[in-house]
């Protein structure tokens, strides 16, 4: 049972814009920033937003972040086939002295 | 360019000690968090401890009782030890740096360590 809420599935086709929602708490994703990954079959997690909605360098602007309250969501536009992996909410929890948490995952399938 | 490296025993007893250590390269220690995380095989992603630079820790509460996490920068590595494990500490464990907010930004390859006797 994770401490942030994601959905198990997701899908779209080529070109579509999807989105990945994050629910939370006011201890974690109410309080503190949402970051979010993307881990593509046997590789290590990728940061794909930190601070809620900010893409590191090299991370194309098709992805975005947003938040509102004590929930989060991850925005792909323009879908391509390489987006299909695997996508973690994350953020810090000020109820468990600071702990990392995770969301279950998402897995985004490409049509 | 940062590049962290996993490295230890994959194979461990139940009830003994994991012990690993990533390497940092690319980039200097300070200022930074370095942490540890782990992901069961066909399971999601879970956050185990960070260690500032400077030494100052946070564990998560579930492994707190059995996890020790350290660095050292002049040797630009940390490391992990989880006592007492058993099959459900199987899992890829990955090392990564962070930024303050951030649980990580750039991390390790991961390694697999399996529990088993």
């Known amino acids: 049972q994770s401490v942030l809420t994601q959905p198990p599935s997701a899908s779209g086709t080529p070109g579509q814009r999807v989105t990945i929602s994050c629910s939370g708490s006011s201890s974690n994703i109410g309080s503190n920033t949402v970051n979010w990954y993307q881990q593509l079959p046997g590789t290590a997690p990728k940061l794909l937003i930190y601070?809620?909605?900010q893409r590191p360098s090299g991370v194309p602007d098709r992805f975005s972040g947003s938040k509102s309250g004590t929930s989060a969501s991850l925005a792909i536009s323009g879908l391509q086939s390489e987006d299909e992996a695997d996508y973690y909410c994350a953020a810090w929890d000020d109820s468990l002295n600071g702990a990392g948490v995770f969301g279950g995952g998402t897995k985004l399938t490409v049509l | 360019q940062v590049r962290l490296q996993e490295s230890g025993p994959g194979l461990v007893k139940p009830s003994e000690t994991l012990s690993l250590t990533c390497s940092v390269s690319g980039a200097s220690m300070s200022g930074f968090y370095w942490s540890w995380f782990r992901q069961p095989p066909g399971k999601g992603l879970e956050w185990i401890a960070y260690?500032?630079?400077?030494?100052?820790?946070n564990y998560n509460p579930s492994l707190r009782s059995r996890v020790t996490i350290s660095v050292d920068t002049s040797k630009r590595h940390f490391s992990l030890k989880v006592s007492s494990v058993t099959a459900a500490d199987t899992a890829v464990y990955y090392c990564a740096r962070a930024e303050d907010g951030q649980l990580g930004d750039y991390w390790g390859q991961g390694i697999l360590v399996t529990v088993s006797s």
């Open positions: 601070s809620n909605n």
């Open positions: 260690i500032y630079y400077s030494g100052v820790t």
